[in-house]
DNA sequence: AGTAATAAGTCAAGACACTTGACTTAATGA
DNA sequence: TCATTAAGTCAAGTGTCTTGACTTATTACT
């Protein structure tokens, strides 16, 4: 009769985390309208002047907020509006891609004050850590030089690399990514540098970049095609980074199409790795991105066929996302050449019939994000700072509190 | 200069809010264990002893929950668990189906009262407005009928129907389903019936059904497949049904195949409609479903030959599933007869490989659900019950205090 | 038996964060 | 000039959780 069964329950909440909630629902209404006075976000938030005065004394007592020139909008007091503090907090972001990694430094808002990056030397994480390890500590220390107390402000370092994770692998990566993607990392990372650590995928971390600073700037319902190496979606969802159980959700390069009697991942139809091997080039090559670019912008013959068969499995990826998450908007992005995505884009149009054809639409069904070779490791960085100022439920829980 | 651009924010919270979250969550840490003492509720919830009992004293008083015998677990004092009280509050569940209408009364831990369905004439809304406010008032009073203060403790009219919402049809559904969904249900039935009125699609409702009595009881993350007239899934996602912008999110049946040069939507190959065409029977016969479960039960030849068909578009489907959701597990339910159900369940193993096999998994990768022609109607009722008692971010915010 | 140990649950005071309502400040418009 | 309007502050009030001591009830040990 003396049953031990774990008790399973949620996390209860108190006054700690009521006014976590509302400083988080304060800098999310900063970031999303820009500048506003204490009477605007008194409004804004449903809560009293008093509350939020109090509030944002606090913040800008943390050096989070500003107040900014009175504003004379007719009768009445003029406003004083206060706003965001870019060096109010950093954080580190970091890629790890299969041949390469990039570290960055980001501020408040979203503004890369640091990068760097380094080429991973074959043979998986017994090779590739001190590497890693040495850039995030270069990355951190020219920070320090940059802005006064950098280190304070640091809310911690976000890594991202290619997915899934926990999951038993085909073993056909020439690029050890399964070997980093068993490798404890972020018991590794942590041990390292001291720092808070997150891990996402990388079509995770490009949809982060994308909320924070990005096409799904506001959205709460946004999901990121993303075109790299691999291709993945990035989930947001009720204005969350949505993981899944494992932190896989999104894997879309996973998904089995059926063709001709046989299964293929859409990774290998349409993603970078198929384009580089459509045009039979190294995928290691230190000049491949200018070079994709140029051909992308001549409108090289050999690249059309890719983007023209590209844009079939993408259209229909497309179609599938609207029709399975119904999204306000789907962005497309990629750590690949601007000018191929652009190519993507011209190609994929116009899309499926979906679900996402509604009345009240506003936003277009799809939009271009950032093609940047650094958006993944920016959006690794934003991954920290929205876990530390964007309204959560889970951060408003008890076990979540310990600040 | 006048910019009357509007602010956006999320809600602040307050005390309300905070005490609002603690009494869901201890009505869910009820739900998912079972009878707790205050205790073991404070252990769980991370709250003091004094707070849970100020909260379960007034659970108690509101009539949500009992004490038990009190339990001797070794030394100390006995204690004395505290459960649900099922007729605490009462939900009607509404299902409107192409040529049927059912409605349910279901208390608070989710048992079924009261059940009773009516055919739906042709002619969509203007029609069959009348025989739903009919039977909703019918079941009403029957409840009424059963236990007291049935009304003071009625939080609200859960309705469900086939989606997509609000998207431009194509115009072929010959039960004027189309005509529904155009159809201003909300205020109609709540003008009708002075309740509070939800509404979501099939699917969601039998996922909402799963998650309070069925195979996603405490989950935070599963995927119901639902393979009823047409198909569509029902998503849990961090702990709560997921929506998204429009409310179609999971309306799978609207993906579209390609296969031998030709677009075909999924809902065309695998649903009982499909079935029906293809055993060449008519959707509106009353005694439909005895004949598809005897058909299923003999195994028969021509029903065979869809179910075969029907898994392969399955098995591809929850193999999608989880690549995309990342579940814990997936529930295959339907408002279809049991031993269909079976015999799909059984034709669908071996599942495809996916990111589902994952290292740390204890759950099947995919689970039979209720496979039960009042499954939708109780899911649709399990959701003003969700909305009212399960912990959930939006309530907790300043503006969804009402109460 | 008798007593120490253990655990549930209560009591009463305290702390914290939001709310209330009156008040001050500073602008515009008639 | 002065009523009106709106931003923002002050100080007391309120609701909810926390704290720490205390009571109650049972088992385990001597």
Chains 1, 2 share one sequence.
């Not at 800098?27 to 509030?55: E, F, H, Y």
């Not at 074959?122 to 850039?135: E, H």
């Not at 490798?183 to 590794?188: A, I, R």
């Not at 969350?240 to 059926?258: Q, S």
Request: net charge neutral; hydrophobic share 45%.
């Amino acid at each position: 009769m003396n049953d031990i069964r774990p008790i399973r329950a949620k996390s209860g909440t108190n006054h700690e985390g009521t006014s976590a909630h509302n400083r988080r629902v304060m800098i999310d209404a900063l970031r999303i309208n820009g500048a506003l006075s204490r009477a605007d976000l008194a409004r804004a938030t449903r809560l009293t002047k008093q509350t939020v005065s109090n509030i944002i004394e606090e913040l800008e007592r943390d050096g989070l907020v500003s107040s900014q020139e009175a504003v004379r909008r007719g009768r009445g007091q003029p406003s004083t509006p206060y706003g965001l503090v870019p060096e109010g907090a950093f954080a580190i972001g970091l890629q790890i891609d299969r041949h390469v990694t990039r570290a960055v430094a980001v501020d408040l808002v979203g503004s890369v004050l640091v990068r760097d990056e380094a080429g991973l030397p074959p043979g998986g994480p017994s090779n590739g850590t001190k590497v890693i390890l040495d850039l995030v500590a270069g990355v951190r220390s020219k920070l320090a030089g940059i802005v006064q107390q950098s280190e304070k402000r640091l809310v911690g370092l976000g890594a991202a690399m290619p997915g899934p994770f926990g999951v038993a692998g085909s073993g056909d990566d020439p690029w050890m990514m399964e070997a980093w993607q068993k490798f404890p990392l972020l018991e590794t990372l942590t041990a390292g540098t001291g720092l808070d650590v997150g891990l996402q995928n990388d079509a995770a971390a490009a949809a982060t970049a994308e909320r924070m600073v990005g096409a799904a700037h506001g959205l709460d319902h946004a999901v990121c095609l993303f075109v790299g190496y691999g291709i993945g979606a990035g989930l947001i969802l009720n204005g969350e980074l949505y993981r899944g159980t494992n932190g896989n959700a999104g894997e879309i390069g996973m998904a089995l199409l059926f063709a001709d009697g046989k299964s293929t991942p859409l990774e290998h139809r349409a993603s970078l790795a198929s384009l580089y091997q459509h045009l039979s080039i190294d995928p290691a090559d230190p000049g491949l991105y200018a070079r994709i670019n140029d051909l992308a912008l001549r409108g090289d013959q050999s690249i059309h066929a890719w983007v023209e068969a590209a844009a079939v499995d993408l259209r229909w990826s497309i179609h599938l996302l609207e029709t399975l998450f119904d999204p306000q908007t789907v962005i497309l992005c990629g750590s690949a050449p601007e000018a191929l995505v652009n190519r993507l884009i011209a190609a994929i149009g116009p899309l499926l019939p979906s679900i996402a054809q509604h009345r009240g639409r506003t936003l277009p069904r799809l939009q271009p994000g950032m093609a940047d070779p650094w958006s993944v490791a920016l959006g690794a960085a934003a991954g920290p700072i929205s876990r530390a100022f964007d309204p959560r439920f889970a951060a408003i829980l008890k076990d979540s509190l310990q600040s």
